[in-house]
């Protein structure tokens, strides 16, 4: 197996990869909470994710993939005295404050959630884990917690106490201060302390459990479900950097309470998707969703595109232009793939360097500029460029190798701009060709240049 090298966040230091097994490797992702669509800034989380298992699979390594899926006990704030996003959705849609009511409300995104992931060429993991369907196994988990003294009962539900536990907030971020921001539950230990077990309010609605009526904490799902798949201690633990405090945290602290076992040995965060008016948030309304790029005549793959062009832990602002021009960019990029011949070889220089760059924590920034090196490489057969290419798509997903350029009609003012644009690169007027182009795509077209300085035209 080659070397691969990961940021771990546990350690803040990138670290030689060391499977548990070197037959398969144990990952698990922290999925949706399905009460409302997807914005593209989650997306992320999830294009990361299958980034990093298909770089492990292109290393020859089997992955056996876990994400669950949050469909009650996702609290609206970090204080554990919010409301549960999911009864919210229920009140938002008018559905009936039922166990049932939930379920369908969660079936609703699921499906919108897949149909993303279908969209954006995300391989499925080995198992979507609902979280209502293992309340068994979270109260199991919560009951051996309680009996070992690292748990105990308040008027309105179950915490864990972070007191007990020395190593608590192994991720950063966990002190007594920085929790007191979200408000103060006067019959908590520790401001820190945090729900593995909520009491139904008055609307009824919970799971009947040795606990009482209720529903878990957003904590203990993840905890329960990964060690239900993957054991007590697993490889590699995914998610958003916002997920680190304090879920992540809380997940450590209570596998390690139970197990006496850190639950992963790599903790790995995307980093976010910021707008101008700060990180994109649902909360804060200023979200974006793939079908709103889609409206736009911008390709799914144009986003994922744009995604590699930086490391999965580099914070990246989103701006129309920016998706915009990786569409084009993808459209050049497949443009050519088409043009290549097949029957060629993989070139084992530049699998070498693009192996060293992904292996190097996931640097796609470095892969998409080696695709690009090898495509302007006059010393490699377009034959070889095509199956190298072809390759390296099983990293980065980007369909080259079922992609079919489709005729365009262009109408006579597009024909007309782009003979003007040809004559201005052939008098080197790069100034005019650029204005020229702009105008070209105003009337809803793009123009790439084939080898022979030819138009090609595609739509935006």
Known sequence: MNDIY????????????K????????????????????HIGNLRAYIFADTLKRV???????VKHIMNVTDIGHLTNDSDDGEDKMLKALKREGKPMTIQGLREVADFYFEKFKEDF?????????????????IPEQVALIEDLLKKGFAYKTSDGIYFDTE????????GGSSSEDHSRIGVNTEKKNPRDFALWKFADTSGVGFPSSLGLGFPGWHIECSAMSMKYLGEQF???????????PHHNNEIAQCEASTGKILANYFMHNNHITVKDGKMAKSEGNFITLNSLIEQGISPLAYRYWLLTSRYSTRMDFSEE???????????????????????KINEEYKLKFTEAINDDLDTAKAIALVWELIKDPDVSPQDKKITLTDFDK???????????????TPPEVEELAKQRKKAKQEKNYTLADKLREQIKSLGFDVVDDKDGNSIFIKN
């Not at 492990?56 to 390594?61: A, I, V």
């Open 322 to 344: 920016a998706i915009k021009g990786a569409e084009t960019a993808l459209n050049k990029l497949r443009t050519h793939f088409t043009t290549y011949s097949v029957d060629g």
């Open 6 to 17: 990961l940021f771990n966040s546990l350690t803040k230091q990138k670290e030689l990869f």
């Open 235 to 245: 490889d590699i633990h995914t998610g958003g950097i916002d997920n680190a405090v």
């Open 56 to 62: 492990l699979k292109y290393n020859g390594y089997q």
């Open 395 to 409: 990293v980065l997903g980007i369909e080259m190798d079922s992609y079919e350029i489709k005729t365009v009609v």
């Open 164 to 171: 007990k536990l020395p190593t608590y907030g192994r991720l």
């Open 19 to 38: 499977p548990i097994d070197q037959e398969e490797i144990g990952l698990y992702s922290c999925g949706p909470t399905v009460y409302n669509y997807l």
């Open 118 to 134: 279908s969209r954006m060429n995300i391989l499925p993991p080995e198992k979507f884990t609902f979280a209502s369907d293992y």
